[in-house]
């Protein structure tokens, strides 16, 4: 089983910036990135199938956030720019090795093998 170590995340003033690291102890095929606030479900943030770099955003991080990565490093970063108080939430990395994984099931929870233990973006002033 493929483990995923989240780093990167923090304390930040609306309109500032983070980058989250998702590093997987093995090769994944596709990484994506959930948030969760207190008492809310968990939600998608951003995918990227890596065999061809196709990623795929939420419309509310869209322009904001960039999803990219680095196959070589078994590494996955999530850019967080323009922050917003609502962007605070436990952000969450989630890995798939299965082949071929088909982009429209990266939205969902259930479509990932294996999650990392989250790291905390706290945007506020």
């Known amino acids: 089983q493929v483990q995923l170590v989240e780093s990167g995340g923090g304390f930040v003033q609306p309109g500032g910036s983070l980058r989250l690291s998702c590093t997987a102890s093995?090769?994944?095929?596709?990484i994506g990135w959930f948030r969760q606030a207190p008492g809310k479900e968990r939600d998608f943030v951003a995918a990227?199938?890596?065999?061809?770099?196709?990623?795929f955003y939420t419309s509310a991080v869209k322009g904001r956030f960039t999803i990219s990565g680095d196959r070589a490093k078994n590494t996955v970063y999530l850019s967080l720019n323009n922050l917003k108080p609502e962007d605070t939430a436990a952000y969450y990395c989630?890995?798939?090795?299965?082949?071929?994984?088909?982009?429209?099931?990266?939205?969902?929870?259930?479509?990932?093998?294996?999650w990392g233990q989250g790291t905390q973006v706290t945007v506020s002033s």
């Open positions: 989630a890995g798939i090795s299965r082949s071929r994984p088909i982009m429209s099931t990266l939205t969902s929870p259930q479509g990932y093998e294996y």
């Open positions: 093995g090769p994944a095929n596709a």
């Open positions: 990227i199938r890596l065999m061809d770099r196709n990623t």
